[in-house]
């Protein structure tokens, strides 16, 4: 058995010291430590041994088994240390490919794009921006625009409210559900006349499909002012689809229920597909709900500390989504913040 032992070390080390590779020494680690590996089969056969001879061999066993995982991992460590050197000596040269690499150079998102237009468009008005936050509380954005809590209106907007613990905060904290929560603000912060654009980022509590998106840009103006009427709502939507969609798209103001304008229109645009004629895409009837917009409520106006007697002003709103899917022909909304270069590229 002693032999036996001592010739397993032998023929182990030799092969150890041979090896060239740290996966040659991998499989030598499997033949002798591996299940039925050499070192593995051995102590089967101590049982047959007496006991005498059984504590001699048992020792020695031990000990070459420690020399032989030593010499594998002394080895391992030559051979890592020798490729370290050869990688060290190499000289790396760069050799030309012969192929010249696509040129490519970036450009606005189409939506941005569209957004910058509108900018320019209501900037031309005398319009100006102004910010307000993506997270505000319950009473900017539901409140003081006359939907108190528990209000029916309020199912309009699928909100996405914030758990918050600071200390003192009466109102509850959300991702605003449209740009009007900036209405009260300008209206407190600016006095009339007021002419202002509110645009950015809108969150919704949605069910995604190729129409609806978490999260959306909106556009929106407040026009306070004396004598302010629906006319001047009439003009400024054919002036937006215009400048947009083209010269021959006309605007209508139907009747349309939100709850901080009195009284409130859906705006249709023109059917830029079929101009009017009826097709698939408006249903038939030859127009496009673009817009939404009305008459803001005295009692909003109240809220931002203005006279209703003495002006009146209006709110208008527009999702710059929905304008560059009509006027880009683009079937899905989600392909705007898919970040896939292949539709992005298009425009
Ligand atoms: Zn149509």
Known sequence: MEDKIRNIQTQYLNK?????????????????????????????????LSSEERRKVGPLFNQVKQDLEKAINDKRGVIREETYQKLADEKLTFQPLGLEARKRTGH??????LLNETLDLFSKLGFERFDAPH?????????????????????????????????????????????????????????????VMIIDRCFRYENLDARHEHTLEQFEIVYIDKGVSMANLQYLSEYFFQGILGKDIKARLRPKYYPFVEPGAGVDGLCIFCKGKGCNVCGG????????????????????GIDPKEYSGIAWGVGPERMAMLKYGVEDIRLFKSGDLKFLEKY
Request: proline residues 6%; aromatic residues 6%.
């Open 16 to 48: 150890i010291n041979q090896a060239k590779s740290l996966k040659e020494l991998d499989g030598i680690f499997l033949q002798l430590f591996g299940k039925n590996g050499a070192l593995d089969l051995l102590p089967k056969e101590f049982s047959k």
């Open 108 to 113: 606005l998102h189409p939506v941005t794009q």
């Open 135 to 195: 997270i505000d509380t319950d009473e900017y954005n539901f409140e003081l625009l006359n939907i108190p809590e528990g209000h029916p209106a309020r199912d309009l907007w699928d909100t996405l409210y914030i758990n918050s613990k600071i200390k003192n905060q009466k109102s509850k904290l959300l991702l605003r559900t449209h740009t009007s929560n900036g209405q009260v603000r300008a209206m407190r912060q600016l006095k009339p006349p007021m002419r």
């Open 285 to 304: 009837t030859g127009w496009l709900e673009l817009a939404g917009a009305g008459m803001i409520h005295p009692q909003v106006l109240k809220n931002g």
